[in-house]
């Protein structure tokens, strides 16, 4: 099956530094999605980006389908950023999803 | 309008019981899935609905494992003669399908906490 990587799998951040978080995928998908899961273990929707670049806030993602991979980035961080990180892409026919292995983000005051 | 929801949001049992975990998906969203999270991993796929229809029941990790849907809307996911190893969150989400056939992004639950002592 589609192989999915995430890295760095663990980042320490000053608050209000800025950070890019990877996702690599082995082959090619239907769609990828970026979550913020909090430190109360909910899933928080990001970005829903097959391709392109989308921005909100402070929080932006491009994807490069042809290339396999896709970028977080995070400006001017804060302390409630601190969480994991996951993208998960789509695949197949009936939309298979697969997830990546998160990042840990921590960002200390 | 209402996330989705999910019950019981924790539960605790002694191995050999079976349980019941309950999903009610955002109301429209015809894709249900359901997701596993053992302490401290990522999220493993189980099991996905296309209204009351499984097409993928690849990921469910042993016969002990079961869902169904109803109605295209509640889903119950239900594990016979739980094992301590079956201990994790399960997650539920769902998404609305596009007219393309295509789907929109995954919005999930809050999770069930479910502990085999």
């Known amino acids: 099956g589609i192989q999915v990587e995430q890295s760095p799998p663990d980042l320490i951040l000053q608050e209000g530094a800025n950070s890019t978080l990877r996702c690599n995928f082995s082959?090619?998908?239907?769609?990828l999605q970026w979550f913020h899961q909090n430190p109360w273990g909910q899933l928080i929707n990001l970005f829903y980006?097959?391709?392109g670049t989308k921005q909100n806030g402070r929080l932006s993602a491009t994807t490069v389908a042809t290339e396999r991979y896709s970028l977080l980035y995070i400006s001017s961080s804060q302390t409630t950023d601190s969480g994991v990180y996951f993208c998960?892409?789509?695949?197949?026919?009936?939309?298979?999803?697969?997830f990546g292995t998160g990042t840990k983000l921590q960002v200390i005051p | 309008g209402a996330g989705v929801s999910q019950s019981p949001s924790n539960k605790v049992t002694e191995k050999g019981k079976d349980v019941e975990l309950r999903c009610d998906p955002i109301?429209?969203?015809?894709?249900l899935y359901w997701y596993r999270q053992s302490l401290g991993q990522g999220l493993e796929f189980l099991i996905y609905?296309?209204?009351?229809?499984?097409?993928?029941k690849s990921g469910l990790p042993s016969d002990r494992f079961s869902a169904e849907r109803t109605g295209g809307s509640v889903s119950t996911l239900t594990i016979q003669r739980t094992q301590q190893e079956d201990s994790a969150v399960y997650l539920c989400?769902?998404?609305?399908?596009?007219?393309?056939?295509?789907?929109?992004?995954?919005?999930f639950g809050p999770g069930t906490r479910l502990t085999v002592l």
């Open positions: 989400a769902s998404s609305s399908r596009l007219t393309s056939g295509s789907y929109n992004e995954q919005f």
């Open positions: 082959d090619s998908v239907n769609n």
């Open positions: 980006i097959p391709s």
């Open positions: 998960a892409v789509y695949s197949g026919g009936y939309q298979k999803v697969t």
């Open positions: 109301s429209g969203h015809t894709a």
């Open positions: 609905f296309q209204g009351n229809s499984a097409p993928d």
